[in-house]
C-alpha cells in the first residue's frame, strides 16, 4: 500500500442538483479557496457534470445540471449510487420553475440508490435576496418536505453571491457526512 501523502484520495462525495440558473456553480465555487476557481469538467454524454476537491475535507463535490437532461436520468444512477449527501438548489425567486424542480426532487427521492442508503439531503432555496424569493418554509410545502421520511433532510434560504446562509447548510450536511464515515 503506497502513502497517500498530502494528495489523500477524497473518501467522501457529494452531489449538488437543480434546474440550470439555479446558482450551483457560484455554490460550488463558493466551497473552493477565493481566487481558486479548480473545477474539472468532467466529459459525459448528454449533460455536463462539474466536479471539485473541497481542499483539506477530504469531500468530492460534482454538480449535476438536470435541466432537459431528463433523457440522460439512467446514466445518473452511477452519481447518485456513489454520493454521500445531496445539496439540491433551487432559485427560490422562480415561483414557475419551482413546480419543475418539485418534480426533479420527486425523481431524486424515489431513486431507490438514495432512498434505501438514507443520503442526507440538504435543500438551498437560493437568491433570497431577490424580491419574491419564496423562503424556506415555502419551498418546503411546495418540495412536501415533511413528508420524506426515508432521508434526514434540511432546507436553508441562502445567497450564493454573499455566502449568506450557506454555512449553516454546509455544516449541517458536513455534520451528516461525518456521522456516516
Ligand atoms: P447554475 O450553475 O445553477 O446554472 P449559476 O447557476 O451559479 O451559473 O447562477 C446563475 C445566475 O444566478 C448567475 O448570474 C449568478 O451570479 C446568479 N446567482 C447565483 N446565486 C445567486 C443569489 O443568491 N442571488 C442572486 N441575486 N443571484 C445569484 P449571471 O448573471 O452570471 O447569469
Same mark, same amino acid.
Given at each position: 500500500?503506497?502513502?497517500? #501523502?498530502?494528495?489523500?484520495?477524497?473518501?467522501?462525495?457529494?452531489?449538488?442538483?437543480?434546474?440550470?440558473?439555479?446558482?450551483?456553480?457560484?455554490?460550488?465555487?463558493?466551497?473552493?479557496?477565493? #481566487?481558486?476557481?479548480?473545477?474539472?469538467?468532467?466529459?459525459?454524454?448528454?449533460?455536463?457534470?462539474?466536479?471539485? +476537491?473541497?481542499?483539506?475535507?477530504?469531500?468530492?463535490?460534482?454538480?449535476?445540471?438536470?435541466?432537459?437532461?431528463?433523457?440522460?436520468?439512467?446514466?445518473?444512477?452511477?452519481? %447518485?449510487?456513489?454520493?454521500?449527501?445531496?445539496? %439540491?438548489?433551487?432559485?427560490?425567486?422562480?415561483?414557475?420553475?419551482?413546480?419543475?424542480?418539485?418534480?426533479?426532487?420527486?425523481?431524486?427521492?424515489?431513486?431507490?440508490?438514495?432512498?434505501? +442508503?438514507?443520503?442526507?439531503?440538504?435543500?438551498?432555496?437560493?437568491?433570497?435576496?431577490? +424580491?419574491?424569493?419564496?423562503?424556506?418554509?415555502?419551498?418546503?410545502?411546495?418540495?412536501?418536505?415533511?413528508?420524506?421520511?426515508?432521508?434526514?433532510?434540511?432546507?436553508?434560504?441562502?445567497?450564493?453571491?454573499?455566502?449568506? #446562509?450557506?454555512?449553516?447548510?454546509?455544516?449541517?450536511?458536513?455534520?451528516?457526512?461525518?456521522?456516516?464515515?
Amino acid at each position: 500500500m503506497g502513502g497517500s #501523502g498530502s494528495t489523500s484520495k477524497p473518501k467522501t462525495s457529494l452531489l449538488i442538483l437543480g434546474l440550470d440558473n439555479s446558482g450551483k456553480t457560484t455554490i460550488i465555487n463558493s466551497l473552493l479557496p477565493q #481566487g481558486q476557481k479548480d473545477i474539472d469538467v468532467v466529459p459525459t454524454i448528454g449533460f455536463a457534470v462539474q466536479r471539485i +476537491r473541497i481542499p483539506g475535507s477530504g469531500i468530492t463535490a460534482s454538480c449535476i445540471d438536470m435541466s432537459g437532461s431528463s433523457k440522460y436520468r439512467d446514466l445518473w444512477s452511477k452519481y %447518485f449510487s456513489e454520493t454521500d449527501g445531496i445539496i %439540491f438548489v433551487v432559485d427560490g425567486s422562480d415561483e414557475l420553475r419551482l413546480a419543475v424542480a418539485k418534480d426533479e426532487f420527486d425523481m431524486i427521492i424515489s431513486s431507490p440508490a438514495i432512498k434505501t +442508503r438514507k443520503v442526507p439531503i440538504l435543500v438551498l432555496s437560493n437568491k433570497k435576496d431577490v +424580491r419574491g424569493h419564496k423562503t424556506a418554509a415555502e419551498v418546503s410545502k411546495i418540495l412536501e418536505l415533511t413528508s420524506l421520511k426515508t432521508n434526514n433532510w434540511n432546507i436553508c434560504d441562502s445567497n450564493a453571491l454573499s455566502g449568506d #446562509g450557506l454555512n449553516e447548510g454546509f455544516s449541517w450536511i458536513s455534520g451528516q457526512l461525518k456521522g456516516k464515515r
